[in-house]
């Protein structure tokens, strides 16, 4: 069979290649990929930046956000042949930590999990994969292609159970949240926020494409501009950007009592703003509370599959502004102005 691989840590590497099918040993089901989307940390693997090939190999198969249909459900009860299926991404440390002996591998505690098309095992972007039982999610048939966007929407479905979490301090009726960046993570994130039925404003800093009108159609507010100038104090805020100025505004911004979580990872940037006793005295002051997610476990895949069969499917549709071919895998990672979910499509929907 044909795969995107990737030699990590080697600068534009990506093939599109013939490789083995996959072995029984990664999977009793055999699953035949429908599409993969594409996101930043892809593009970081294939600049060499970021991932982990397998023990013992070079090559990883590329590919961590997954569509498939199951050929052959071996002795899972739960599938049948047909059904559409998305693979987890994470699996738990073999230590186990005390996170991942309870299946919060998505919390786990010494780093040695391991990730599929990230760290260490074979992603998604082959023809056929396989994925063992407990390891994927049954999508809602009427999503069809729109089931490629789950993986995202758990990253943001964990992202808010931890806000809920926040309840537990005190008590909190949060009513305005801000989401940082309009990429499909926020995108994601504001159609959950308003799913819960908060006031939604969703900011980044074009002005004009697709944005703008897709944040205004899930039923939230758009902003360009600083976060400073959105003229309410957010009771929480979705940081999906990363940028250094970006989550300093929001410090500086957010209301009294509220919660900023985390969830894009950048580096650098300039470095002047608050220092980190001014963070300390805003965050003291306020009794605000700053929080990081990243991954997702089987919890989060569940809930964020009903999010997406629960939501406007036509919306959905607008955020895949790209599909293109396996082989054209050079051109699907190259961020174009107007993307907003790139995805590559194997032709099997
Ligand atoms: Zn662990």
Known sequence: MKAVTVQPGVADSVRFEEVPEPDESTGSILVEAVAVGLCGTDVEIASGKYGWAPPGRDRLILGHESLGRVIDPGPERSLKPGDLVVGIV????????????????DMCRNGQYTERGIKEIDGFLSER??????????????????????EPTTVVGKAW????????????????VLVTGAGPIGMLAAMIGVQHGFDVHVLDRVTEGAKPQLVHDVGATYHSGA?????????????????GSVIVDAIRSVGSGGVICLTGVGSGGPTSGLSPADVAKELVLQNN?????????????????????????????????????????????????????????????
């Open 90 to 105: 994470r699996r738990p440390d073999p230590v186990p930590c005390p996170n991942c002996a309870v299946g919060e591998w």
């Open 129 to 150: 994969w396989r994925t063992e039982p407990g390891y994927f999610t049954k999508m809602d048939p009427s999503l069809g292609l729109l089931g490629v966007l789950l």
């Open 161 to 176: 159970e931890l806000v809920g979490a926040m309840r537990a301090r005190a008590f909190w009726e949060p009513r305005l």
């Open 227 to 243: 976060v400073t100038d959105v003229g309410f104090q957010p009771d929480v805020v979705i940081e999906c950007t990363g940028v």
């Open 289 to 349: 509370v700053i929080l990081g997610s990243v991954n997702a476990n089987r919890r989060h895949f569940y809930r964020a599959a009903e999010a997406l069969a629960a939501a406007d499917h036509a919306w959905l549709e607008r955020l895949i502004t790209r599909q293109v071919p396996p082989q054209d895998i050079a051109q699907a990672l190259k961020h174009g102005p107007d993307d907003i979910k790139v995805v590559v499509d194997f032709g099997a929907s």
